[in-house]
Antibody
Framework: EVQLVESGGGLVQPGGSLRLSCAASGFSFSSYWMSWVRQAPGKGLEWVAN????????NYADSVKGRFIISRDNAKNSLHLQMNNLRDEDTAVYYC?????????WGQGTTVTVSS | EIAMTQSPATLSVSPGERAVLSCRASQSVSTNLVWFQHKPGQAPRLLIY???TRATGIPARFSGSGSGTDFTLTISSLQSEDFAVYYCQHYVNWPLEEITFGGGTKVEI
């Protein structure tokens, strides 16, 4: 079964850091672009970042550029999102998704709350 | 940056009725347009890509159309499981750094 499982969410103070992970299974992880998408409370979906199969190309939304870093470990079938200098507006459910633009498999999400 | 506007924000329909959802781009996106279904507490589900191609396993009652700036998602006969929020999303082919979702249309009873 094709599956993505996110982890690493939690409560963090403004200015703090958090690292999200996504464990992939059931498909050839190294063959796909991967993405992070988030949904703030009461809001719609917002693309955050994506990464090419070999990690050589990474793209970020303007709202997170310079603060978040997307990475992957193809040997461990895992995707990561290092989030630094977190702000209140980063509070959201963060989804891992397969694909760089046509995201056809999604995880259930992990919740990040930024609050003092 | 291209903005995506969905209308209406909320669509009230009855089971068995047809639902027509609209998505408009602020400038042409060709057919680089995707539709998702999202239910509370669940993972989003890819419905349509390339503006009109159904994703694997998506029932034929879902259809997409349009190109350029105006797009439509039609659900021909609403089933109870179709009540959800629907998002359109555009992308730039290369580089993959402009991916924008619309604000969503909530389809409710």
């Amino acid at each position: 079964e094709v599956q993505l499982v996110e982890s690493g969410g939690g409560l963090v103070q403004p200015g703090g850091s958090l690292r999200l992970s996504c464990a992939a299974s059931g498909f050839s992880f190294s063959s796909y672009w991967m993405s992070w998408v988030r949904q703030a409370p009461g809001k719609g979906l917002e693309w955050v970042a994506n990464i090419k199969q070999d990690g050589s190309d990474r793209n970020y939304a303007d709202s997170v550029k310079g603060r978040f870093i997307i990475s992957r470990d193809n040997a461990k079938n895992s995707l990561h999102l290092q989030m630094n200098n977190l702000r209140d507006e980063d509070t959201a459910v963060y989804y891992c998704a397969r694909g760089g633009f046509r995201m056809d498999v999604w995880g259930q999400g992990t919740t990040v709350t930024v609050s003092s | 940056e291209i903005a995506m506007t969905q209308s209406p924000a909320t669509l009230s329909v009855s089971p068995g009725e047809r639902a027509v959802l609209s998505c408009r781009a602020s400038q042409s996106v060709s057919t680089n347009l995707v539709w998702f279904q999202h239910k509370p507490g669940q993972a989003p589900r890819l419905l349509i890509y390339g503006a009109s191609t159904r994703a694997t396993g998506i029932p034929a009652r879902f259809s997409g159309s349009g190109s350029g700036t105006d797009f439509t998602l039609t659900i021909s006969s609403l089933q109870s499981e179709d009540f959800a929020v629907y998002y359109c999303q555009h992308y730039v082919n290369w580089p993959l750094e402009e991916i924008t979702f619309g604000g969503g249309t909530k389809v409710e009873i």
